[in-house]
């Protein structure tokens, strides 16, 4: 109504717009808090809070709520400020946040949850957010966080998880955080084995790009304790390289066995008599419901689809295959140069029997022609 005036406004209109947004911002801000309606700050730190204080401002930007005593956030506890990108609930007693607590919240930038009790957090909780820049959720009792929460990090910059209950963190959570300059890790038990590698191989092309990054000192096994994980020399995990052998050739054989038993089940097929209700259920399949009870089995043409192997495990079969004919072509390469060499040393040894021959031939018959030469001279003398 302020604005619909334009140039007509007088000194005492614009007044009373000024009176009207203070009593707007008065009347919308909680008793326990104080707002400021030019900064569009709500501070209501160290109030004894047990809940978010409601009758907030819709456009409050920044939100201070650390040092109460609120246990958890509610499914869309912020749906009355959708415009804030400062929200603080640092230091209170939260132990449960609801997968839909932020939703609405889609210009949030910085986000700090230390200093709780939190045990876990969903990996919807960020869905809706890609501008969050800050989160910091230190001093808690996270065990990890989700994978699929990457993609609501990709425009992170600082990253607190020190003082936490992590022992294992996923790589791809990491490599999905491209802008992180500040990441902080201390104080977690990091279990320094197989599975930790990933994270020791991320953290040296990290540093090397210039990232930031705190200790990460290895808790287990024993051997390793209070050693830092990025100083822990690779030699350390040589089982790891003979473990994922193992464990790649025993899911070969696994899936070697079941395509054979797959195919002695398709066989089956020919006698539909005797096994026409053995086949569904040797393939962990029906016959797509248009069968019904008694025409079902003569069906024999329904053949259940294959199921996909996994891409990691065809593209570890595929890898051995491919080593598997590198290698053939190797050894015939190496067969045919022992060949080669072999017939190459039978020829040379002929060319140096040859060779000596000619030469006592050569010695013979220059003794024969001296003996001559002698023998001429002594006739002559004679006659």
């Not at 209501?44 to 201070?64: A, N």
């Not at 609930?89 to 709780?116: D, E, F, H, K």
């Not at 902080?184 to 092309?205: A, H, M, S, V, Y």
């Not at 797959?262 to 539909?272: L, Q």
Request: hydrophobic letters at 40%.
């Amino acid at each position: 109504m302020c604005a619909a005036r334009g140039p007509l406004a007088d000194m005492r209109v614009v007044l009373l717009c000024a009176l009207l947004s203070l009593l707007s911002w008065s009347h919308a801000c909680p008793k326990e808090c104080s707002c400021n309606s030019n900064t569009k700050v709500v501070d209501c730190r160290g109030q004894g809070l047990y809940d978010i204080p409601r009758r907030l401002h819709p456009d409050t930007q920044e939100l201070y709520l650390q040092d109460n005593r609120i246990r958890g956030l509610g499914s869309m506890a912020f749906r009355e400020i959708p415009l804030v990108r400062i929200l603080d609930l640092s230091n209170n007693s939260i132990t449960s946040v609801s997968p839909t607590a932020l939703l609405g919240l889609r210009t949030l930038q910085r986000l700090s949850l230390a200093y709780n009790s939190i045990r876990e957090l969903d990996k919807r909780l960020l869905g809706p957010i890609r501008s969050l820049s800050h989160l910091d959720l230190s001093h808690n009792s996270l065990w990890g966080l989700p994978g699929a929460m990457g993609d609501s990090l990709r425009n992170l910059s600082q990253l607190g998880l020190s003082h936490n209950r992590i022992a294992r963190l996923d790589r791809s959570l990491l490599e999905a955080m491209t802008r992180l300059d500040s990441l902080t890790l201390r104080g977690n038990p990091w279990r320094c084995d197989c599975q930790l590698i990933g994270l020791k191989l991320w953290l040296e092309t990290y540093l090397f790009k210039g990232g930031v990054v705190d200790q990460v000192l290895c808790s287990q096994p024993e051997e390793m304790r209070d050693k830092d994980l990025q100083k822990v020399p690779y030699q350390l995990f040589h089982a790891c390289m003979t473990t994922s052998y193992h464990y790649l050739f025993a899911n070969i054989h696994h899936l070697e066995s079941e395509r054979l038993l797959r195919g002695h089940t398709h066989g089956n097929h020919a006698h539909p008599s005797s096994h026409a209700l053995h086949v569904p259920m040797a393939m962990g399949e029906g016959f797509g419901g248009g069968g019904g009870g008694g025409g079902g089995g003569g069906n024999v043409e329904c053949e259940t689809k294959q199921k996909q192997r996994p891409v990691n495990l065809r593209h570890a079969i595929a890898t051995v295959i491919i080593t598997g004919v590198v290698c053939g072509i190797v050894c015939l390469m190496m067969l045919a140069a022992a060949v080669y060499g072999c017939a190459y040393a039978a020829i040379m040894a002929k060319y140096q029997r040859e060779l000596k021959k000619n030469e006592e031939l050569a010695a013979v018959q220059g003794a024969d022609h001296g003996t001559a030469d002698e023998k001429e001279p002594l006739e002559n003398a004679i006659a």
